[in-house]
T-cell receptor
Framework: NAGVMQNPRHLVRRRGQEARLRCSPMKGHSHVYWYRQLPEEGLKFMVYLQKENIIDESGMPKERFSAEFPKEGPSILRIQQVVRGDSAAYFC??????????FGPGTRLTVT | SQKIEQNSEALNIQEGKTATLTCNYTNYSPAYLQWYRQDPGRGPVFLLLIRENEKEKRKERLKVTFDTTLKQSLFHITASQPADSATYLCALDSFSSGTYKYIFGTGTRLKVLA
């Protein structure tokens, strides 16, 4: 049973470009969460999605950030017009219930 | 405001001793509390979940307690080994706007010295 997959693992973007981060949840999991982590800091909740629905996006910046979890395919976190402050590790987690979350290896975004 | 506090200073202990990590929270009433381990450059890995009606939970060398009166969870690793060196995160479920999500503490870095 494959775990949570994220790609790319590393992503370099110039200021003003778009970043697309992908997350494939564990088989059978319908809940997906995105988190952001800066060095020496904890995980900051961004958004919680179920298939075709955004359940809670209270942690997501109002501008430039969007997320989706389509009926088919991976969940996508999209950052438009990236700025240096967007540089961070972005983790995706999936769960089947309210119990434990299974995390992917993360995507490290660097904005130059 | 809601707050989760973990000791931000690294904890160094000698191999074989028991490591005790603390997670304090304010302005939450979590029904679930979880502990995760995170190694550098990797995603967190789930270790244990404890519910509000459970005082203590064990798994091999790990033990978690949950005191809803003190608003505190303690995480113990007995007979610690250098391989236990990592950052440990606590997470509480937060119910708002009709949904649950987990809020994470900043983590405590544990170093077990051989």
């Amino acid at each position: 049973n494959a775990g949570v997959m994220q790609n790319p693992r590393h992503l370099v973007r110039r200021r003003g470009q778009e970043a697309r981060l992908r997350c494939s949840p564990m088989k059978g999991h319908s809940h997906v969460y995105w988190y952001r982590q800066l060095p020496e800091e904890g995980l900051k909740f961004m958004v919680y999605l179920q298939k075709e629905n955004i359940i809670d996006e209270s942690g997501m910046p109002k501008e430039r950030f969007s997320a989706e979890f389509p009926k088919e395919g991976p969940s996508i976190l999209r950052i438009q017009q990236v700025v240096r402050g967007d540089s961070a590790a972005y983790f995706c987690a999936s769960s089947g219930t309210r119990d434990e979350q299974y995390f992917g290896p993360g995507t490290r975004l660097t904005v130059t | 405001s809601q707050k989760i506090e973990q000791n931000s200073e690294a904890l160094n202990i000698q191999e074989g001793k028991t490591a005790t990590l603390t997670c304090n929270y304010t302005n939450y009433s979590p029904a679930y509390l979880q502990w995760y381990r995170q190694d550098p450059g990797r995603g967190p890995v789930f270790l244990l979940l404890i519910r509000e009606n459970e005082k203590e939970k064990r798994k091999e060398r790990l033990k978690v307690t949950f005191d809803t009166t003190l608003k505190q969870s303690l995480f113990h690793i007995t007979a610690s080994q250098p391989a236990d060196s990592a950052t440990y995160l606590c997470a509480l479920d937060s119910f708002s706007s009709g949904t649950y999500k987990y809020i994470f503490g900043t983590g405590t870095r544990l170093k077990v010295l051989a």
